[in-house]
Structure formats: structure tokens, C-alpha cells
């Protein structure tokens, strides 16, 4: 056990970062801004429906004109109120109540905050709470460290944006919470661009494991992204699914 515990702890200080030393400003703020326009945020920002499915396991679909988003894990289905963290939730079809019901919204409100950052981080540079600065890298060029500093699951977390020479994401490293080794890099890679114009990362790599964003569908109308019908009216009307 002894050897386990010193094995663990030199694989700690193997991989282990510090933050590394940022300048913020101006200059910081235009970064950003040439990251987010390199995946086209204003066609993000005109696209109302957007479906994607995480690890093959949660799905999502968000109308961000109502800010409703459908959250699948399993057999629960949440229609989640993202503006208050409030909703419905069934389970195979049959909607739920009471603690168990509060149990699947927080899961699904969890699922929400992590899945759909990692769906396009990029286009959060400036959300509320939010700080920039330039590191600057070996080779010279620029990368972008965003801080988290309120907001979301766990504020405070920072994310180190390394970016290619259009100034798109080629992978990112991570102190957060969640991770107890600082550094942790990803690779943001296999873009595909919506019909709407917007670009979205479909996989994140590591020397741990791979992260794979499936099912990617986004448009304007409810029949971009697969539905048939209006896939809230049931339950923004009569509390049912359709």
C-alpha cells in the first residue's frame, strides 16, 4: 500500500502545473475575440435549436430562444428550465414526483453545466464572472487562459486555450477542482461545422482518456435537429411529453 501511495504521489508531481504566469488587459480581451470569431460565435449566436450527445451516454437538446434543454441519461428525460434549474422529469415516459423527481433535475441540471461546456467552451470567454490574460508560449506565439471566476459547478477553475494559427482550438489544459492534477491537456480536434455555419470540436483527447461529442445537430426550427414536433409544447402546456 505504502508503494501505491508513493507511486500515486510521483505521478502527482510527474504531471503536476502550476498556473502558469498571465498577463491580462486589452490585448487579452482581442485574443478571445479572434478565438470565438475562428468558430463563427455570431453564427452560434442566430442558431436557436442545438442537439448533441456526450460520451454516448447524455443527450441534449436546447431551444436557447425559451432556454428550455432536454436532458437524457438512461431511462430519465428531464425538460429543464436552465433560467431557475426547475422542470419535469420522467422516467420511461412516466413523469416523476416529489424527492425523486428533484433528484433527476439536479442530475440533469449537472449533466448540463458539464456537458455543455464541453460542447463549446469557446464561445464563454466573456461570460459573467469571467477574467483573460495572455501566457505566453515556447514557441512564441499567444495562448488565451480564461478564468472562471463565479458561475457554473465550480468557479474558480481556469482553462488555458492553445490555438492553432487561425487562432482555433487545438487542445486545452485545465486547473480545476474536479482534477486534482493541474495541466491536464486535452485536444480540441475533428471539427464539423453546423448548417448554420458554426463550428463545434466533436473530440477531446488525453493521455487518460478521449471525450466524443456525437449526434451534433443544430438550425432554426425544431426540424433541424430531428424532431417531428415542437418537442416543449407538451410539456410548457400540459406537463407531458408528447
Known amino acids: 500500500m505504502a508503494i501505491l501511495f508513493a507511486g500515486v ?111 463549446n467552451a469557446v464561445v464563454k470567454a466573456f461570460d459573467p464572472g469571467t477574467s483573460r490574460s495572455i501566457v505566453k508560449q515556447e514557441d512564441g506565439s499567444d495562448a488565451l487562459l480564461v478564468t472562471y471566476n463565479s458561475g457554473g459547478v465550480t468557479p474558480g477553475d481556469k482553462y488555458l486555450w492553445i490555438l492553432d494559427e487561425n487562432y482555433r482550438p487545438k487542445a486545452w489544459k485545465m486547473w480545476v477542482k474536479i482534477i486534482p492534477t493541474g495541466g491536464m491537456e ?16 466533436t473530440l477531446h483527447k488525453s493521455n487518460l482518456l478521449d471525450l466524443d461529442i456525437s449526434e451534433i445537430k443544430g438550425g432554426m426550427a425544431w426540424q433541424d435537429v430531428g424532431e417531428t414536433t415542437d418537442p416543449f409544447e407538451g410539456i410548457l402546456t400540459e406537463g407531458k411529453i408528447q
Open 9 to 119: 504521489a510521483l505521478l502527482y508531481l510527474v504531471l503536476n502545473e502550476p498556473v502558469p504566469k498571465a498577463v491580462g488587459g486589452a490585448e487579452a480581451d482581442e485574443l478571445a475575440k479572434k478565438m470565438m470569431l475562428a468558430v463563427d460565435k455570431p453564427a452560434w449566436d442566430s442558431t436557436r435549436y442545438l442537439h448533441w450527445t456526450f460520451k454516448g451516454i447524455h443527450s441534449f437538446l436546447w431551444d436557447k430562444d425559451r432556454n428550455w434543454a432536454r436532458v437524457t441519461a438512461g431511462e430519465n428525460q428531464v425538460f429543464l428550465r436552465l433560467d431557475d434549474v426547475d422542470g419535469k422529469a420522467f422516467q420511461n415516459k412516466q413523469p416523476l414526483s416529489g424527492d425523486a423527481a428533484n433528484q433527476a433535475i439536479q442530475d440533469a441540471w449537472g449533466y448540463w453545466c458539464n456537458d455543455s461546456f464541453w460542447f
Open 186 to 201: 486535452f485536444s480540441w480536434e475533428n471539427w464539423t461545422k453546423l448548417s448554420t455555419g458554426a463550428y463545434i470540436s
